[in-house]
């Protein structure tokens, strides 16, 4: 990766979201929302619009580069092969927080990742009605900018030294009754639990130390290889709940984010051992 491409990237969803999602933001028509899989999964004439720009700019801006997105994924799910092959492909998820965007709420987010011989290699997120971005990966620097101003390189944020201490985002969704009761009564070797909101937002939280770790039981590509590229620049881990490594395409096994090795380990003991 080019010393160039993190803010050259950047750029360009910067452009995408000026042309293509800011416009549409609280001016939307009825006949501009569908529904995917229900209605909690929408799909705004946004969100298409938004893919289609992406995929042309980033696949012009690094020529033989693949592309999979979450809209060209729901049309035709083959198109996650792509992530299973070697070489480059960029992951989009046009809207994170479709829902919000579709209601004029502003916690949506535009993410895209590299990934390199089946590795993320670098991520950004951007939440434009916020005036944020976020963009790094392990080896190249993490940067953040929020309420508008310019990126600027973060220095990590520490982490509580002890568990007791840390907060934590917890998945709830797919999950029975007694499941999220079980792992609720685990809250008390915590700081506290926080629900998960969406996935561009919550790593943000974890890039600016907000809160500490995650338990995600969704791990679509486009929702979580943008952060955890982000994080890797930082040395967080992740892993399913199993404890086996995270691949890119894979949505299987649930996933954990935590600061650091040793964390992860007594984490995952605790909540999902």
Known sequence: MSSHMLTDVARIIADVAATEVMPRWRNLATSDIAEKTGPDDLVTIADSAAEAALTARLAAYLPGSLVVGEEAVAADASVIERLRGGGACWVIDPIDGTQDFATGAPDFTLMVALVEDGVATAGWIMAPARGAVAYGGQGHGVWLGRGGSAPTPVVRHPVPARIAGMTGLLGKRNLTEARRAELQAKESHFRAF????????????????????????????????????????????AAKHDGS??????????????????????????LLG
């Open 194 to 237: 926080e629900g998960v909101v969406y996935a561009g937002v919550d790593y943000m939280r974890l890039l600016a130390g907000e809160v500490h770790f995650a338990v995600y039981n969704k791990t679509e590509p486009w929702d979580h290889l943008p952060g955890l590229a982000i994080l890797g620049g930082h040395g967080y881990v």
């Open 245 to 270: 490594p995270y691949r890119p395409g894979d949505n299987t096994g649930g996933l954990l984010v935590a600061p650091d090795a040793a964390t992860f380990a007594e984490i995952r003991g605790i």
